[in-house]
């Protein structure tokens, strides 16, 4: 999080010295960090950079950009910290790994108003507020996510020390377990993964990754009993979450099995009405099936929640 010398140089020149209320430079930090007269700053889904990366390559992803905003608006005399989304729908496969991502972004606090600045907010699906975590948090998730990216790009031995101290810092993080355990994995060390996994379900018994790398571990080592008894409990996770569904309905869509996609999205509108992208995606399937007058109902409803969440 060091602010590089010519990143504060600038910094100062255009956020804090013309002065004004804090909510002034707070207008004036989101300024820099978006426009083209000051970073310009893009998003990037990875790698994950330090600041002084992100300063040299312009480029952030969702925790970068966050560690570069705490970092700004803190320069700034403004009281910031991180935030954490935990249920966010967002998911990448890479070789054989399956990626799936939470989500962060910068909170500021002013006086009794608080305020967030996200970078990619517009791209997700999440129905809960992000909580505030501690610096000690959002840097294990800086860990964490650089020992996930290095466990296909690098060697284990690489990824090794970052993983150590995502775990050192946030000792009590599941999905840092799970990742130990995908690495553990990868170095073949099947008892340390399960092990790995087994103490992130301790953690967060209803952790959805937890529990379906569990069930690919004794499937793969033929420990039928203990495959049936977490697919169990992985199946009764799913069925309370509305983004498992959401997501097998967009794989429906890919497959052109517009009638699957909206059985799964009547699913996960059921289980949460809230989000427009349900109604959305409902709307295309019902399109694609020829039912005009369901489709225009689900756009409709897609338009009001929008407009809803856009008013807040």
């Not at 255009?14 to 004004?20: H, S």
């Not at 020829?290 to 969440?309: D, M, V």
Request: net charge neutral.
């Amino acid at each position: 999080m060091v602010l590089p010398p010519e990143l504060r140089t600038q910094f100062q020149a255009q956020v804090i010295d013309p002065g004004g209320s804090q909510r002034a430079r707070l207008e004036r930090l989101a300024g820099f960090l978006f426009k083209k007269t000051g970073l310009g700053m893009e998003y990037t889904v990875d790698p994950t950079y330090t600041v002084a990366e992100a300063f040299r390559t312009r480029k952030a992803n969702c925790l970068t950009f966050t560690l570069l905003t705490v970092a700004l608006a803190r320069e700034a005399g403004l009281q910031a910290y991180g935030q954490e989304l935990l249920d966010v729908v967002s998911w990448r496969a890479e070789q054989d790994v399956v990626y799936g991502f939470n989500h962060v972004n910068a909170g500021i606090l002013i006086g009794q108003s608080h305020y967030t600045i996200d970078v990619a907010r517009d791209l997700l699906v999440a129905r809960s507020p992000p909580e505030r975590i501690s610096d000690e948090h959002l840097l294990a998730l800086y860990y964490n996510n650089r020992a996930a990216e290095l466990i296909v790009s690098a060697s284990p031995a690489v990824a090794d020390e970052y993983m150590a101290m995502a775990l050192q810092l946030a000792p009590r993080y599941a999905s840092a377990w799970v990742n130990a355990g995908v690495l553990n994995l990868r170095k073949g060390d099947r008892a340390a993964a399960e092990r790995d996994y087994l103490k992130a379900l301790a953690l967060s018994p209803e952790n959805g990754s937890a529990l379906f790398n569990l069930v690919t571990l004794y499937r793969d080592s033929g420990d039928q009993a203990k495959r049936a008894f977490y697919e169990g409990r992985l199946e009764k996770v799913q069925e309370k979450d509305p983004y498992f569904e959401f997501v097998q309905a967009e794989g429906n869509e890919r497959k052109g099995d517009y009638a699957a996609a909206v059985q799964h999205y009547r699913r996960a509108i059921r289980l949460y009405d809230k989000e427009p992208r349900f109604y959305l995606g409902l709307a295309r399937a019902y399109q694609q099936l020829g039912e005009q007058r369901q489709a225009e109902r689900a756009l409709n409803r897609a338009a009001t929640l929008s407009s809803s969440t856009a008013g807040n």
